[in-house]
């Protein structure tokens, strides 16, 4: 990101938001909301005929237009085979991406849900199936530039930048690094085989929402190639006989469009693993985004880099008790039920 596309990101005024909307051939009210969205600018906007519209700005830098272009075919795809998602709005041409000021940005239609707090037992099976459809249509074509979801690219690369950019302690460096070390290489070991194909890649329940229609998935920006567990770990609890039989569930719905290996589930510790490592450089390489400190003031503390050491520690300590067949585990990391605000800082 050029520094003056930067300055212009950070600081993106409602005239500007107002005048990229009319560009694209829409005339507003000028009601403007900006709505809460970190790694990217989403704005509510007013029409002038009625209704309101979305309108997302993309961070400079972060996606090329092939990649955007990608994300919104497998949207428009989703959206044909009647998989509930919002799909970007047609423009001029066709076209669903336009530029301002080094900026792509795109409309969408704006759509009423409530975000999902707990899943029930008629619920699971229901999210099972609708998770496998959006992975048939994942699976039948390729993307070609998108991430993989990979340990050089959401573990060795964000590991790298950490270490080169000083964020760790000097203390906790070699800590870190060896617990990482374990994480990519169970990783690697446990993904041999097993088929990548499009996913949606943040599959959480702030990205899911109750519509009148019933779920709907919403931001695919983080879609890769990945395995499908990947949108299963977030999104389902793990780590009791409750959460055992709530996946099973979920498994029975999958499994009516798609076939799903247990033993795919052995990605979800080194999978949980990269996570922890990808967010935190993901956090670091936005911290001169002024609404990161304001949203993460912990980060970089020595207690945020304790806690994060630790846990990558006994995450990685659990992998190589797998690893070897031992089946005592450190307790204190067993008892606790895993939900997303354990992934997720800001959920916190």
């Not at 212009?8 to 409602?14: Q, V």
């Amino acid at each position: 990101m050029e520094p003056g596309e930067t300055e212009f990101y950070n600081r993106l005024g409602i005239d500007s938001v107002l005048s990229a909307v009319e560009d694209a051939g829409h005339s507003v009210s000028g009601h403007c909301l900006a709505l809460n969205s970190l790694e990217n600018r989403v704005y509510d906007v007013g029409l002038e005929e009625g209704g309101h519209l979305i309108v997302k700005f993309y961070r400079p830098g972060r996606w090329t237009l092939q990649q955007i272009s990608e994300e919104h075919s497998f949207l428009l795809e989703l959206a044909r085979a009647e998989i509930p998602v919002i799909a970007p709005m047609a423009l001029e041409g066709g076209a669903t991406i336009r530029e301002i000021l080094g900026m792509y940005y795109a409309l969408w239609p704006a759509q009423r849900g409530r975000l999902v707090e707990e899943l029930d037992e008629i619920s699971l099976p229901i999210l099972g199936r609708l998770v496998a459809r959006i992975h048939n249509i994942g699976a039948s074509v390729g993307a070609k530039n998108r991430l993989e979801l990979t340990v050089r690219n959401f573990g060795e690369d964000p590991l790298r930048f950490l270490l080169e950019k000083e964020f760790l302690p000097k203390p906790l460096r070699k800590r870190y690094e060896d617990a990482a070390r374990k994480v990519f290489l169970s990783f690697s070991e446990n993904s041999r085989d097993v088929p990548f194909h499009r996913i949606h890649g943040d599959c959480h329940k702030g990205n899911l929402i109750r519509t009148e229609e019933g779920f709907c998935f919403i931001d695919f920006d983080d879609f890769v190639t990945g395995p499908a567990v990947q949108d299963f770990w977030m999104l389902l609890p793990f780590g009791d006989s409750r959460a055992d039989y709530e996946r099973e569930l979920f498994l029975a719905g999958y499994r009516e469009f798609r076939e799903f290996s247990d033993r795919w589930f052995s990605l979800v510790e080194p999978l949980r693993g990269l996570r922890f490592i990808h967010y935190s450089a993901w956090i670091a390489k936005r911290w001169e985004d002024p609404s990161f400190p304001n949203a993460f003031p912990h980060f970089g503390t020595e207690e945020y880099w304790e806690r994060e050491t630790t846990d990558l520690e006994r995450l990685a300590f659990g992998l190589y008790v797998e690893e070897t067949n031992v089946q005592e585990r450190n307790s204190a990391s067993e008892s606790e039920e895993l939900t997303n605000k354990d992934f997720f800082w800001d959920l916190n």
